[in-house]
């Protein structure tokens, strides 16, 4: 079965964005300029990427309007909103857990999470997530949109492995049987 793997960014203070949905934050603290921001590995062991609407807008509008970052990768943006076709993405509005255990039935790589909040909790609550693959980034925002909110239920976790860079402090766990 295949792997699904949360890798997203958050502010030290847990946050996913800030108070305005924005993510110019998203930066190292300069200390080493010439760090990876996403270990190459992990890119390469997924072809599939799942994302909110409001990742994927901002994807779109704020980080890298001029080109699809997740080239090559198939990508799924779970949206109610009526959205035409685009080269190399697929827009749904199934339940996102339902097509996170479709996916997994299928031969491949790792499924790849890369936000929202919404969409993450969902998959958290219903235990779909095996790994989590948080980059710390070095600022407090002091508000925002959170990636952690109380969701019911306790999930145990093994640290992986940590690797730091240009002040961001990645921690990779995988969730414990």
């Keep these: 079965m295949r792997t699904v793997a949360l ?21 190292g603290d300069g200390s080493d300029p010439g760090a990876e921001d996403l270990d190459p590995a992990f890119y390469q062991s997924a072809d599939t990427v799942l994302m909110g609407w409001n990742t994927y807008h901002q994807i779109m509008t704020e980080l890298s309007p001029e080109a699809w970052v997740y080239e090559g990768l198939t990508s799924y943006i779970v949206t109610h909103r009526s959205v035409p076709p685009a080269p190399g993405r697929g827009f749904t509005a199934q339940n996102p857990c339902q097509l996170v255990r479709e996916l997994r039935r299928y031969p491949g790589k790792r499924i790849w999470v890369c936000g929202g909040a919404g969409l993450s909790r969902q998959l958290m609550e219903a235990d779909l997530i095996d790994v989590y693959d948080i980059s710390l980034i070095p600022v407090l925002l002091g508000g925002g949109i959170r990636l952690f909110e109380p969701f019911g239920r306790r999930i145990s976790l093994r640290l992986e492995r940590t690797m730091t860079g240009n002040g961001i402090t990645e921690l990779v766990y995988a969730r414990r049987a």
């Design 7 to 27: 890798s997203l960014a958050m502010s030290l203070d847990g946050y996913l964005a800030d108070r305005n949905g924005g993510g110019d934050w998203l930066t």
